[in-house]
């Protein structure tokens, strides 16, 4: 039992699942309940048939939004067009975005799965239409207050030159950031089993999502990239009994999603040491700045467990993550180092109470030291960390690792663009089957051999030469006429 998920959470969140994967992701955060039954977050689902909204379990049907398109037959190209193109749809999603996703939460959080269904298109949308109607009016509002305090004819000229323009809009964007309303991305990657077209689909699909995520004024806070094959790889792995809690590793990767961000979302309100980790922390680690978000946890039992073997999960636990391959935070390019910038790090450690006359807290401060004086991590901000040891944890220790960066898992970064290329080249070397429908000749067919002068048609066409000549039509089309 862990008593510390059934507290209060430290961000208040609308989840929005797009598409069947990101819908079944959105329906486990809209399972977690309080101790008094009430939900912790507001769940909503969009898809393209009602079909698959019908299997869910816990989003309120009142929150679940079909375009009644049946399917859009894993094409994310013609699912764009047709939000862009059909009014109907375009009305329909509009109204979705515009009036049933509260933004009045501390974070809106969007999941969908990059199988090149639904998902894949619809959560790209739904990032530009949600800046449409929540954040870019907020950026025209003060840029008209700047151009009324500047003039008119000032304002303009700015705006004829990109430097000064840029300089204009950063300006006004952060006189306004406290008000952006906050985007977290969550997508999952396909299967390498999926195939060539779906990774080429997703291919340019995370690179629109990281162009929208890597853009200030979209205000999207984080992209969390889950990798379904490295996620299917460690459910083969693992015992009977965890396995039997999934049906599959559809639900094991949902589930683990899930369940992460509310663990750490409701352990850092607990307090319960004199090292907190709290709300304002978590907060500051998740919503500001930008990049990719990497979340990692380790568990270990209370028997036995003494304070060295924290501190060394906590090193360990920054060099790996939970939900898809490792990042790569330096590069060597032309013998040099180049590192990827990381903002805040969070280091929170849960602790059974039962563990609590065992441990103290010298362990958090040494590792938090060892973290900010590797040189590995290019750190551009503050590393948060605090323990809770007043909570029933399953009679474990957590270790729960996080922080944003400008990095990408090696699979975003190449991954996908090799396993294509390793599908071309195999079908290349395999070579394709003849398709043509070969004829079955009739063994009984008389054969007929016979001199056209037997059958009078040289009189026909004339034995003249220079008549031949004039002809303007072969032989071959006179003679076809001449039977029809």
């Known amino acids: ?280 922390d978590f907060r500051r680690v998740l919503l500001e700045n930008r990049g990719c978000l990497v979340i990692n946890k380790k568990t270990m039992s209370i028997e036995g467990i003494r304070e060295d073997m924290l501190e060394s999960t906590i090193i360990d636990s920054m060099k790996d993550s939970l939900l898809h391959s490792p990042i790569s935070l330096t590069i060597e390019e032309n013998d040099q180092i180049r590192s990827a910038s990381i903002g805040h790090i969070g280091l929170l450690a849960v602790l059974d109470q039962e563990g609590k006359s065992k441990i103290g807290s010298s362990f958090l401060d040494d590792a938090r030291i060892k973290i900010m004086e590797n040189s590995e991590y290019a750190l551009n901000g503050t590393v948060f960390s605090g323990y809770i040891d007043n909570v029933k944890n399953d009679r474990q220790s957590s270790i729960y690792t996080f922080y944003k960066t400008d990095g990408l898992p090696s699979r975003i970064s190449m991954g996908l663009v090799n396993e294509y290329n390793e599908y071309k080249a195999a079908q290349k070397s395999i070579g394709h089957l003849n398709t043509s429908i070969q004829k079955i000749e009739d063994e009984n067919e008389e054969e007929y051999e016979f001199d056209l002068g037997e059958l009078d048609l040289l009189d026909t066409f004339g034995n003249d030469t220079e008549k031949n000549d004039k002809e303007s039509k072969s032989k071959e089309e006179l003679l076809s006429e001449l039977f029809e």
């Open 1 to 280: 039992m862990k008593s510390f998920t059934k507290t209060k959470v430290a961000i208040q969140a609308t989840v929005v699942g797009f598409g069947q994967a990101g819908s079944r992701i959105a329906d486990v955060f809209a399972s977690f309940k309080d101790s008094q039954g009430a939900p912790f977050y507001n769940c909503l689902a969009l898809n393209s048939n009602q079909g698959d909204l019908d299997e869910l379990k816990y989003i309120p049907s009142v929150n679940r939004k079909s375009l009644d398109l049946g399917g859009l037959g894993k094409n994310p190209i013609k699912a764009m067009t047709i939000l862009e193109e059909d009014e109907k749809v375009r009305d329909n999603f509009k109204t979705f975005i515009q009036e049933q996703i509260r933004p009045k939460d501390d974070l809106v959080l969007f999941t969908a799965g990059l199988g090149g269904g639904t998902g894949t298109s619809t959560v790209v949308k739904a990032i530009e239409e949600f800046y449409e109607f929540n954040n870019k009016p907020l950026l025209d509002k003060e840029l008209t207050k700047i151009q009324e305090q500047i003039g008119d004819e000032k304002f303009q000229s700015a705006l004829r030159d990109k430097k000064v323009r840029n300089k204009l809009i950063a300006k006004a964007h952060k006189n306004i950031e406290d008000k952006v309303k906050k985007i977290g991305v969550i997508v999952t990657l396909p299967l390498r089993a999926d195939g060539p077209d779906t990774l080429k689909q997703v291919n340019e699909f995370t690179q629109r999502i990281w162009s929208l995520a890597n853009n200030p004024l979209k205000g999207v806070a984080f992209v969390l990239f889950a990798d379904n094959q490295y996620m299917y790889d460690r459910f083969k792995d693992l015992d009977g009994a965890v396995k039997q809690k999934n049906e599959n590793y559809r639900d094991y990767v949902n589930n683990e999603i899930a369940n992460v961000f509310h663990e750490m979302n409701s352990a850092t309100t607990g307090g319960g040491t004199s090292v907190t980790f709290d709300a304002q």
